[in-house]
C-alpha cells in the first residue's frame, strides 16, 4: 500500500517568507508526527496529533511554526517568516495509534532559506 | 524527563568486523525501544524493537535494564549496513512522543 508522502520534496525559499509543508498519512493511521533533522542534531520532534485530540505542539521552536490536520488526515506545516536556521529537513511519521507503535516515514521536505 | 544517548556521531569498521552501535536512555519505568535505520537516499525506517526481540539483517539488541542500555549489534558488518541509525524510545505512561536520540553514521569499508 502507499506509505506516508510529503511534499514539496524541495523547498527553497527567500528569508522572511512563509513556506507550507504537506504530509499524507497512511490511510487509518491515527498519530501523525512531525520532526525536523539537522545534520548533527539527530530527530528534534515538533508537533504530535492523535485523532481528535488537541494536537501536543511542546516541540515547536517558536510561534512562527504552526501545523495543522484536517479531517484527521493530511497535515500541513506552516513556517512564517522563515530564518536561515530554519533550513532542515521536515519529516512527517505516522502510526496506528500511539508511539509505542512502530512509526512510518515519509520521505521528508528539505527547506533551504536562502 | 526521558532521554536518549548516542554517543558516537560516527563509527566506522571494515567489512567482516564486529559492530556495535551504543544507546543509554533514561526514563524510570517501563521503556519501549527501537532502533530505526536510513540509508542514503532513503527514508527512515524501523530496523527492529526490544520487544518482538528478533534479529534483523544480523542485527540483534538486547535491552538491558539495570545499565539502561539498548547497544545494537552485528557480528560481521557488510558494506550495506552503512547508513544512519537512531536509538529511539517510547513510553507506556504520560506523553506517547517518541524520544530519538542524535544518531549515529555507520560506515563499513571494503
Known amino acids: 500500500g502507499a506509505g506516508v508522502s510529503q511534499s514539496p520534496s524541495n523547498k527553497v525559499t527567500e528569508k522572511g517568507k512563509d513556506v507550507e509543508l504537506r504530509c499524507d498519512p497512511i490511510s487509518g493511521h491515527t498519530a501523525l508526527y512531525w520532526y525536523r533533522q539537522s545534520l548533527g542534531q539527530g530527530l528534534e520532534f515538533l508537533i504530535y496529533f492523535q485523532g481528535n485530540s488537541a494536537p501536543d505542539k511542546s516541540g515547536l521552536p517558536s510561534d512562527r511554526f504552526s501545523a495543522e490536520r484536517t479531517g484527521g488526515s493530511v497535515s500541513t506545516l506552516t513556517i512564517q517568516r522563515t530564518q536561515q536556521e530554519d533550513s532542515a529537513v521536515y519529516l512527517c511519521a505516522s502510526s496506528l495509534s500511539t508511539g509505542l507503535n512502530e512509526q512510518y516515514f515519509g520521505p521528508g521536505t528539505r527547506l533551504t532559506v536562502t | 524527563a526521558q532521554r536518549v544517548t548516542q554517543p558516537e556521531k560516527l563509527l566506522s569498521v571494515f567489512k567482516g568486523a564486529p559492530v556495535e552501535l551504543k544507546c543509554n536512555y533514561s526514563y524510570s519505568g517501563s521503556p519501549e525501544l527501537f532502533w530505526y535505520v536510513q540509508y542514503s537516499r532513503q527514508r527512515l525506517q524501523l530496523l527492529l524493537r526490544h520487544i518482538s526481540r528478533e534479529s534483523i539483517k544480523g542485527f540483534t539488541a538486547d535491552l538491558n535494564k539495570g545499565e539502561t542500555s539498548f547497544h545494537l549489534k552485528k557480528p560481521f558488518a557488510q558494506e550495506e549496513d552503512s547508513a544512519m541509525y537512531y536509538c529511539?524510545?517510547?513510553?507506556?505512561?504520560?506523553?506517547?512522543?517518541?524520544?530519538f536520540g542524535r544518531g549515529t553514521s555507520l560506515i563499513v569499508h571494503p
Open positions: 529511539a524510545l517510547s513510553t507506556s505512561g504520560g506523553s506517547y512522543i517518541p524520544t
